[in-house]
């Protein structure tokens, strides 16, 4: 009888769901656009402000006893067979393992002001273009093995144009078994938030091999380019991108991996992973196991916050659920605010008909209504950037003048317009359905992950609105741990993803140098050697994307940084690669009553060094800090 009536209840709130986004999908015939009734602040207020008895992530208490304490939260994970320990490669550790099983150089924050706090290492110093790192002593993997310099230089060097290291550093040297010295050709601002907050995931016994040929690529195989940046010649080329296939061939068992973290996977099914402590750990964590839950479907995440399964978890569910789900448990939950600084939106095949055509590009910006998909796609969700210059609006304004955007595009919904760019293009409407030139009504294929409701909102809205508009679109959900392959494959002609989200910096570079990834989601042609140029398809002009790249890494302050994040704005707003719906706000829910983690106040947005980023993010810091725990 119970749970007859938990589904009941939990098919009222998918019903209320789907209501939601039919209403979405659904705009009238009006040309300008249409003001949406639902405001973003008031749908998130409906959630955060219910008032809870307890108040701070805090609690005060005595600690319980580490044993038998087990913390249930979400991971996304590929599962078994496909899934394996080579965090480099897709079914890896990823985003949402990495903060638990991978120990950082240093955590670090840029809120409320850029703060590296040493975790691996003991100290580092940066003085006269020269980083000097010295780890902790007695460092061990989890196997027992020494973590020392050996393992920090192999972490370096596979990582070398992550950490850019690749490009601006003269040499790398270890000075003994504990201490790296790199001499770098400049001092720009983001050195050393790309070096500082790596995580130390390959060991050199198991790594080594590959460390070295990069090691060889980075000291034999570079030269300067015009702005006296590193660059790899086409021998270097051809030895990084060989050493690189071979390494993404190497897929070891997740269960036998080293760790550098707090914990280690220890059982993978395909619900669930299991995370115990690694008594090798350089400060026991205060909670002993970790179980990871993999969401499946948004029925399967409904099911599991209602049964109460979770104990903290960040993710992203409808405003009806999570409403229902705050005012269900007034009495033990708490919500905190939590300002990830990303979007979401879609990113469009540009290689692939009809989308390989800007104007038709631009035609479904100017259909699809934003402001009203973005409220009601997630709780916290604000609207994104309308000019579509890949920056979410908090990162955005800080660096682009009004003027300056009065100079772009405003991709706000105007039926009009997007009339306008199709006929432009050769399009022309037929008993209410839009042809080409060739009197066929091309599929515009549109795809999302499944399990996350925010991504299916966006994706069914945008497809019902397309079709109102009499555009062939369709939208598929796909299951997550296939979607990385699906999305990369250039069968869709849009999917929902999240470029232009400088999360861990706050700064202009880290969200275009996202292209790298991002950009296979966009099916771009890159070169097998050398820099990114992309021809700008409103000017007919090349732009040199990866000199500017460097150019903005390099920029002195932030005057500097705005001119040449304006490059890149307009060359964003002009070929309309990518369509921002949302900046990502999230609400993380601690429903178990008896489980502190760092201060923060319940109902209001964050800023805080622990709470800021992604969900695994606030978990590590907090864990390897020991400011979690259950008490008694």
Known sequence: MKKAKLFKALAVTMVLAMSTSLFVGCGDDSSKNASTDTSAKSIEDSVTQVKTKLTNA??????????????????????PPAGHGNPAVNGGPDWSVEPIIYDYLCDYSSQPQKTFKPSLLEKYEFKDKVLTMTLKKDLKWSDGSPLNADDLICNTFIDMTVNKIAYFADSVTKKDDLTVEIKYNKDANLLLDYILKSSVKYSASEYGKWAEQFRVAFEKYREFDDNKNYKFNKDGDKLVADTTKEFNNYLPDILKIKCSGAYVPTKVTSSETIFERNKYFRTPPLIEKIRGLRPTTTESTAIALMNKEYDAEGMGISPDLAKKVAENNKDTIRQLLVPEYSSFGFCFNINKAPTDDVRVRKAIAYIVDKAQIAPVSEPGMRLGDEYGVGLPPSV????????????????TMDKDKATKLLEEAGWSKKGGKWVNSKGESPEIKIAGVGEYPAFVVMGEAAANMLKD???????????????????????????????????NTQHPYEAYDGIWWYGKKMNIKFPTSGGLVFKDEVTGKDFKYSEKEMELFSAKDDKEVSAKTEEFAKFFNDNMWYLPVTEKYYIFRIHNPKLSMPEAKTGEQLKDFYWSGTTSAILGKSLRSGQMYYIK
């Not at 955005?396 to 991709?411: G, P, V």
């Not at 369709?474 to 869709?492: C, I, L, Q, R, V």
Request: hydrophobic letters at 35%.
């Open 469 to 503: 508009f009499g555009l062939n679109a369709t939208f598929t959900p796909k299951e997550a741990a296939a979607y990385n392959d699906y999305s990369t494959s250039g069968d869709a002609h849009m999917v929902v993803d999240g470029f232009g989200s400088p999360t």
């Open 396 to 411: 955005r304004d800080k660096y682009l003048s009004k003027d300056f955007l009065k100079t772009l595009a405003n991709y």
């Open 58 to 79: 805090k609690l005060d208490g005595e600690k319980a006893p580490v044993e038998g304490t087990v913390l249930t939260t979400m991971t996304s994970f590929t599962p």
